[in-house]
Antibody, heavy 123, light 107 residues
Framework: EVQLVESGGGLVQPGGSLRLSCAASGFTFSSYWMHWVRQAPGKGLVWVSRINSDGSSTSYADSVKGRFTISRDNAKNTLYLQMNSLRAEDTAVYYC????????????????WGQGTLVTVSS | DIQMTQSPSSVSASVGDRVTITCRASQGISSWLAWYQQKPGKAPKLLIYAASSLQSGVPSRFSGSGSGTDFTLTISSLQPEDFATYYC?????????FGGGTKVEIK
C-alpha cells in the first residue's frame, strides 16, 4: 500500500524554526517528484514547494521562498521541509504529496497525499 | 501567477441530483487541470487529472471536461458520500495554484 506519513508539526513562536518529515512507503520513492501543500484553518489549499526525484531541482511559492527549504533522503525514503523565520500566516496543516506520474518531468498532479501535520505559529 | 476561479463557492443539492462545478484559469493551461475532493478533517483525494482522465478507483459518476481556460467537474448522480469540498488545480507551471473550493452541501 502506498503511504505517506508526515510528522514534526507543533507550536512554534514567530521567528522560530521547524522541520517537517514525510515518510514514504509502498512505492519506489527515489523515482518520483514530491510536493508540499498547506491549508490554513478553514481555508483553501496552497502549494508550497516541489522537489525532483534526486533532489537536484526545487521550486517554491513566493510566500516561502528564502525561508523554507525542501529536501529528501532517498536512502531513508523521507521528504523534508525545513521552515525558518516562521510567521503567523504560516499556520496551517502541511501535507506531503507524491507526483502522480513516475516521470523525469513532473505532472504536478498530487496523488496520494499524507494525512497532514499541523503547524501553529503563535506567541 | 495563474489564478484559478471556481464557481459556485457552495451548492445545495439532493441525493440523485446532477451537480456541475466550473473552474476558470486566468490564462490558457491546455489540459493541465486536476480536480480534488476533500472531506472535513481529511486529506484531499485526486478525482480527475489532465482535465478529463478519471483517477483509478474513482466512481464513473465523476467526469471532467474542458481545455484552455474553462473547465467543468460534473457529478452525474450525487451520492451521500459525495458531500464534500471540491478544488480545481492548475498543473501547467509553478506556482501551482488551486481554486477557492466549492462546498457541496445537502439540501
Amino acid at each position: 500500500e502506498v503511504q505517506l506519513v508526515e510528522s514534526g508539526g507543533g507550536l512554534v513562536q514567530p521567528g522560530g524554526s521547524l522541520r517537517l518529515s514525510c515518510a514514504a512507503s509502498g512505492f519506489t520513492f527515489s523515482s518520483y517528484w514530491m510536493h508540499w501543500v498547506r491549508q490554513a484553518p478553514g481555508k483553501g489549499l496552497v502549494w508550497v514547494s516541489r522537489i525532483n526525484s534526486d533532489g537536484s531541482s526545487t521550486s517554491y511559492a513566493d510566500s516561502v521562498k528564502g525561508r523554507f527549504t525542501i529536501s529528501r533522503d532517498n536512502a531513508k525514503n523521507t521528504l523534508y521541509l525545513q521552515m525558518n523565520s516562521l510567521r503567523a500566516e504560516d499556520t496551517a496543516v502541511y501535507y506531503c504529496a507524491r507526483d502522480l506520474l513516475r516521470l523525469a518531468t513532473p505532472s504536478n498532479w498530487f496523488d496520494p497525499w499524507g494525512q497532514g501535520t499541523l503547524v501553529t505559529v503563535s506567541s | 501567477d495563474i489564478q484559478m476561479t471556481q464557481s459556485p463557492s457552495s451548492v445545495s443539492a439532493s441525493v440523485g441530483d446532477r451537480v456541475t462545478i466550473t473552474c476558470r484559469a486566468s490564462q490558457g493551461i491546455s489540459s493541465w487541470l486536476a480536480w480534488y475532493q476533500q472531506k472535513p478533517g481529511k486529506a484531499p483525494k485526486l478525482l480527475i487529472y489532465a482535465a478529463s482522465s478519471l483517477q483509478s478507483g474513482v466512481p464513473s459518476r465523476f467526469s471532467g471536461s474542458g481545455s484552455g481556460t474553462d473547465f467543468t467537474l460534473t457529478i452525474s448522480s450525487l451520492q451521500p458520500e459525495d458531500f464534500a469540498t471540491y478544488y480545481c488545480q492548475q498543473a501547467n507551471s509553478p506556482p501551482l495554484t488551486f481554486g477557492g473550493g466549492t462546498k457541496v452541501e445537502i439540501k
